[in-house]
């Protein structure tokens, strides 16, 4: 749940990310246009690959690791190269931050699904999903404002963000601390 603010600042601010991280010398405008784009896509997969983590802790907790395993192996090999293969020719290097983000979210859904279907693993009560969903809407909407905010000085924009980044994820912590018993239930 906190990576959602840091998912969301990277989505919508990645220009500016790779605009202070990398762009000096050799690396100019151009390769900076081509850059962000692709970190845009795989801001995606923070979320899930956390979600894939928390999950998979949870199998290894029941010294269940075999399934998760596969899964992860299936999801790699299978799901995100197959992806790259089919997109490859049509999208460029665009499909292999595709098949990364589509191949990451399938992987934590059937971790979630097969959670669930051998524990009663879930993630939340209809309530808690409600407060999550309203979190990350809340989310967006703030870093969306702050993205159309006339700032032209890179760092302070990023500054700016950051700053709101830390007081979302403060945000986050008050509004689901506590609600740990709610998410293995």
């Known amino acids: 749940v906190l990576l959602i603010p840091v998912t969301i600042a990277l989505m919508l601010f990645a220009e500016d990310a790779v605009i202070l991280i990398f ?42 690791s075999v399934l998760p395993i596969l899964l992860n192996i299936m999801s790699v090999f299978g799901i995100n190269i197959l992806l790259v293969q089919l997109l490859i020719d049509n999208l460029g290097v665009n499909a292999i931050a595709i098949a990364m983000v589509v191949s990451t979210l399938i992987n934590t859904a059937m971790l979630m699904i097969l959670a669930y279907q051998q524990y009663r693993f879930s993630i939340g009560s209809i309530q808690w999903l409600t407060r999550f969903t309203l979190f990350s809407l809340m989310i967006f909407v703030i870093f969306y404002g702050l993205s159309i905010l006339p700032i032209s000085i890179v760092i302070i924009r990023l500054l700016i963000v950051g700053l709101f980044t830390l007081a979302t994820i403060g945000i986050g912590f008050k509004m689901f601390v506590g609600s740990t018993k709610e998410i293995t239930k």
Not at 28 to 38: C, H, K
Not at 49 to 56: D, G, K, Q, S
Request: proline fraction near 2%; hydrophobic fraction near 45%.
């Open 23 to 64: 762009q000096y010398g050799n690396f100019d405008a151009a390769a900076t246009e081509r850059t962000y784009p692709l970190l845009q896509l795989l801001s995606w997969t923070m979320v899930g690959l956390a979600m894939n983590t928390y999950i998979t802790r949870f199998f290894y907790a029941l010294e269940r």
